[in-house]
Nanobody, 116 residues
Framework: QVQLVESGGGLVHTGGSLRLSCAAS????????MAWYRQAPGKSRELVAS???????IYADSVKGRFTISRDNAKNTVYLQMNSLGPEDTAVYYC??????????WGQGTQVTVSS
């Protein structure tokens, strides 16, 4: 069992930055594929970025060049550095840990609000 706790969300002006953290307990994250998703009001949850256990990353086109996902296995934590934020980035951001095809865990989410 893995428990994930996100933090770092908040209110920021357009062009600002935030760094989200996802801390895990109950298991080591080093063998999990980690990802950040987001869900804006009235929209489906979408993948923002993911990172494999070996460090390979994938980004949604909408965040490429602005967001960076990273992991610190020693701290059992995954990060999402978000720069040049815009109102379109406003959403609840969720952390997900995946292992294999059928094992996954979600965090409770953290709100990010970008004001224009």
């Amino acid at each position: 069992q893995v428990q994930l706790v996100e933090s770092g969300g908040g209110l920021v002006h357009t062009g600002g930055s935030l760094r989200l953290s996802c801390a895990a307990s109950g298991s080591l994250l080093s063998t999990y594929r980690m990802a950040w998703y987001r869900q804006a009001p009235g929209k489906s949850r979408e993948l923002v970025a993911s990172i494999t256990s070996s460090g390979s990353t994938i980004y949604a086109d909408s965040v490429k060049g602005r967001f960076t996902i990273s992991r610190d296995n020693a701290k059992n934590t995954v990060y999402l550095q978000m720069n040049s934020l815009g109102p379109e980035d406003t959403a609840v951001y969720y952390c997900k840990a995946s292992f294999g095809l059928s094992t996954y865990y979600w965090g409770q989410g953290t709100q990010v609000t970008v004001s224009s």
